[in-house]
């Protein structure tokens, strides 16, 4: 069962600065399984087949920690507004028609395509409040071979009449999915999407803490993405100092609850020392920042201080599901932040960008995201000849200039999940 052997130019970040590139090297897969990887076959593996990918890069699938799969039937359109109006207007209208099944059917077949065909081997997402809705995106998901964890979003307040739940159906629909979806999937599992405290009262996260406690249920949600929506949860949640505090108070801040916010653009000392100590992960989004004009998130800070940190597209805030893509736009914009609002905070390299892509998300699903010992066998491979250069390049130049040069979009030529070839 899924025990090969992988062949070609190797490359991963087992650490947040250390990038590891094997030419012309080797990854033993056992029952989906990595063994390890070598520079020449070892004399027990020598019986496995050999997929071979001589020339070709072979790196880490990418881990997509933060997508709402509703919103990519428009992506690349309405990024004019802050963060509050975009969802007025744009966010919550495209929401709404995934009451119509016929329309989600439509839409859920070509995002679960998209994302089949894309470098990401695992994700987060969201889905609507809509529980039928979103379990037609997890049947969608399942099939597409990637290892996915999607949400029922939940909203019981300052929402609008076509996406608003009563706290009580809200919970009881919540209840209704997680008992459908639990053991329904091999790849496909479900989390909880409290969406944000704007749009959910008190009392509907303390329950949704109750159901991660009784059902060890991961949770995802956003934080501090934006300052008008930190004043809101200030107004509407007096009796907490800190945004990520409304959702600790309700169990859904880490510790029990193994919890990715989306953002953190605009974090207080108070609130990244509570993530820290809590293990919350942080979904680093930087497209959607720039496109919604929320800021530019403290990464070196994040990193530095040993938070946990992935990466995100964020469609439809991110205007692309590719994680290369992502990569770059997170080492672009922390230069901005160097040159313009902290000196003392470094750029990001490439091994850390590509770091937060693979191993620093994939932790979320446990041993996920590297090359290493005992971790599953989730793999991408690049034919980067489509990039050709006049000189010899090594196979950390080549892997960096294909994350910059898009080459997941032009020569992706195969991927694994959980050792299975899905493409």
Known sequence: MNSFVIKGDIVFCPYKRQLVAIEDG????????????????????????????????????????????PQYAYR???????????????????????????YAEKAYTIFADALRKSAST??????????????????????SGIVSLVGKVNMDRNSPDTLCETTESSFRETERFLHKTADRYKNTKPILTPRFVPSCTDELLLRLGWLSEQNDIPVQSHLSENPGEIAWVRELCPDSRFYGEVYDKAGLFGNNANTVMA????????????????????????????????????????????????LGSDIAGGQSESLFT???????????????????????????????????????????????????????????????????????QRAERAVWLGADKTGLIAKYVRGTKII
């Open 26 to 69: 080797y990854v033993v897969v056992r029952d989906g399984i990595i063994e390890l990887p070598y520079t020449e076959l070892p004399e027990t593996a020598k019986d496995l087949p050999v997929h071979d990918y001589t020339g070709k890069l072979v790196m880490p699938g990418m881990v997509d920690l933060h997508i709402h799969a």
């Open 76 to 102: 690349g359109l309405g990024a004019d507004m802050e963060l509050l109006d975009w969802l007025k207007h744009y966010a919550f209208k495209e929401e709404a028609k995934y009451s119509d099944l016929s």
């Open 122 to 143: 695992r994700a987060v997402v969201f889905g609507t409040i809509h529980r039928e809705a979103t379990e037609l995106l997890m049947d969608k998901l399942e099939k």
């Open 263 to 310: 953002h953190c653009v605009w974090s207080s000392d108070e609130e990244i020392a509570l993530m820290k100590e809590r293990g919350v992960y942080i979904a680093h989004c930087p497209a959607s920042n720039m496109n919604v004009s929320s800021g530019i998130a403290p990464i070196r800070r994040y990193l530095d201080e040993g938070l946990r940190v992935g």
């Open 326 to 396: 992502a990569m770059v736009e997170a080492m672009q914009l922390s230069r901005l932040y160097w040159r313009h609002i902290d000196p003392t905070k470094k750029p990001l390299s490439f091994p850390e960008a590509l770091y937060m892509a693979t191993k620093g998300g994939g932790a979320f699903f446990g041993k996920a995201g590297s090359f290493e010992r005992d971790y599953e066998f989730d793999a991408i491979v690049i034919d980067d000849s489509t990039l050709p250069h006049p000189q010899s390049l090594t196979v950390a």
